[in-house]
């Protein structure tokens, strides 16, 4: 079956320039996360969608960093003014939060490895 | 959520079952362990979680201690394809809101010939 979906797969770019990200969650999953791993790093979360509540936005390392998600469905991480630091690999992740236990596991598309030149 | 201890690397011989220790020795009681483990250029890859009882898939087994302080991720039977990081995370289940996963630095399997 579909899982998430991730592009472009690979993203190069100049210093300055801004980007967007795409993630296509797993159909009906109501939770959507962003994180980032920087090269031989662990995963750094940067922010949480779940249904029509408010994002948790306490991952983002700077104001140039934000997320939208339009129809509770497909995302979209968007850097402006990219810094070389903003290399990393950016990852998606999408739960099914139907059961009340709230213990579902989250299922990770492949990423999109972004480099700032 | 509470923060978890692993090694930092294991090896293991094909064939040979493989055992991921995991200490979360500050786990609270609504917080469940989960396993998930990450291929080379890959997204990670759930495993197993549980709560308090003992687990078992096609993937893995998940041993929790009575005081649920630890546990230990099992590979039966590991193979090549198994080697990667393996990440052990406690995340709490409330009502109203699924929480987010933090993740630790991970055990580096290597499965050797």
């Known amino acids: 079956g579909a899982g998430v979906s991730q592009s472009p797969s690979n993203k190069v770019t100049e210093k300055g320039k801004d980007v967007e990200l795409r993630c296509d969650p797993i159909?009906?999953?109501?939770?959507l996360y962003w994180y980032r791993q920087s090269l031989g790093q662990g995963l750094e979360f940067l922010i949480y969608?779940?249904?029509?509540?408010?994002?948790?936005k306490s991952g983002l390392p700077s104001d140039r960093f934000s997320a939208e998600r339009t129809g509770g469905s497909v995302s979209t991480l968007t850097i402006q003014r990219t810094q070389q630091e903003d290399s990393a690999v950016y990852l998606c992740?999408?739960?099914?939060?139907?059961?009340?236990?709230?213990?579902?596991?989250?299922?990770f598309g492949n990423g999109t490895r972004l480099t700032v030149t | 959520d509470a923060k978890t201890t692993q090694p930092p690397s294991m090896d293991c011989a094909e064939g040979r079952a493989a055992n991921l220790p995991c200490n979360h020795s500050?786990?609270?009681?609504?917080?469940?362990v989960y396993w998930y483990r990450q291929i080379h250029s890959q997204g990670p890859q759930y495993i197993i979680h549980?709560?308090?009882n003992n687990e078992t898939n096609e993937m893995a087994s998940l041993i929790i201690t009575e005081d649920r302080k630890s546990s230990t991720l099992i590979l039966p039977h590991a193979t090549l394809r198994d080697t990667a990081v393996y990440y052990c995370?406690?995340?709490?289940?409330?009502?109203?809101?699924?929480?987010?996963?933090?993740f630790g630095t991970g055990t580096r399997l290597q499965v050797t010939l």
């Open positions: 992740a999408s739960s099914s939060s139907r059961d009340r236990r709230l213990n579902s596991p989250l299922h």
């Open positions: 159909s009906g999953h109501t939770a």
């Open positions: 969608f779940q249904g029509n509540s408010a994002p948790d």
């Open positions: 500050t786990i609270s009681g609504n917080e469940y």
């Open positions: 549980g709560l308090k």
């Open positions: 995370i406690v995340r709490a289940s409330n009502t109203g809101t699924a929480s987010k996963l933090t």
